[in-house]
T-cell receptor
Framework: DGGITQSPKYLFRKEGQNVTLSCEQNLNHDAMYWYRQDPGQGLRLIYY???????QKGDIAEGYSVSREKKESFPLTVTSAQKNPTAFYLC??????????FGDGTRLSIL | SQKIEQNSEALNIQEGKTATLTCNYTNYSPAYLQWYRQDPGRGPVFLLL?????KEKRKERLKVTFDTTLKQSLFHITASQPADSATYLCALPNSGGYQKVTFGTGTKLQVIP
């Protein structure tokens, strides 16, 4: 079955540590996205990529970094510069034009 | 960017009734509007897309309307079931940016048996 796989489901970060969230899709979609969801808030766009080797900042990119070396993969790194990283992170992909398909998220917490 | 308002209070309805959720937006009129369903601890799942030239769209027990004059979309679930209990998000495209959309905060629906 085609879809988006996010891993791990739960992740813990120590102070001053960078962590990387994985996102893989086998839908052959060109566009991929990373969102952050906090309780009672909508999804906020962190980064998005329209094509391999290209990505743009979203609304809350500070403290995050991404890469897009393969069409199927769009990993997100939460750096130590992100002072409030505890949240639910969602990865999505889409074809043009079309709705977004989401993974089941990674919940990041601080130790 | 688009500002979206969805009723932040939970909506509780009796099983079998019709649930109606509202999505209001400001600023420019979007070319289309999407509705998603999100269950706790899961990613949103796409349900329906309605374009600006469509007044109404149906899919099984779901119906979406789009009033560009009122800048509002209504999402209806007829003959609601406890399994319909979830948070429903509306999303609209940004004025610029390929495939970028802005999501509302969602309305939590609880269908009571």
């Amino acid at each position: 079955d085609g879809g988006i796989t996010q891993s791990p489901k739960y992740l813990f970060r120590k102070e001053g540590q960078n962590v990387t969230l994985s996102c893989e899709q086998n839908l052959n979609h060109d566009a991929m996205y990373w969102y952050r969801q906090d309780p009672g808030q909508g999804l906020r766009l962190i980064y998005y990529s329209q094509i391999v080797n290209d990505f743009q900042k979203g609304d809350i990119a500070e403290g995050y970094s991404v890469s897009r070396e393969k069409k199927e993969s769009f990993p997100l790194t939460v750096t130590s510069a992100q002072k409030n990283p505890t949240a639910f992170y969602l990865c999505a992909s889409s074809s043009a034009p079309g709705p977004q398909h989401f993974g089941d998220g990674t919940r990041l917490s601080i130790l | 960017s688009q500002k979206i308002e969805q009723n932040s209070e939970a909506l509780n309805i009796q099983e079998g009734k019709t649930a109606t959720l509202t999505c209001n937006y400001t600023n420019y009129s979007p070319a289309y509007l999407q509705w998603y369903r999100q269950d706790p601890g899961r990613g949103p799942v796409f349900l329906l897309l309605i374009r600006e030239n469509e007044k109404e769209k149906r899919k099984e027990r779901l119906k979406v309307t789009f009033d560009t004059t009122l800048k509002q979309s209504l999402f209806h679930i007829t003959a609601s079931q406890p399994a319909d209990s979830a948070t429903y998000l509306c999303a609209l495209p940004n004025s610029g940016g390929y495939q970028k959309v802005t999501f509302g905060t969602g309305t939590k629906l609880q269908v009571i048996p």
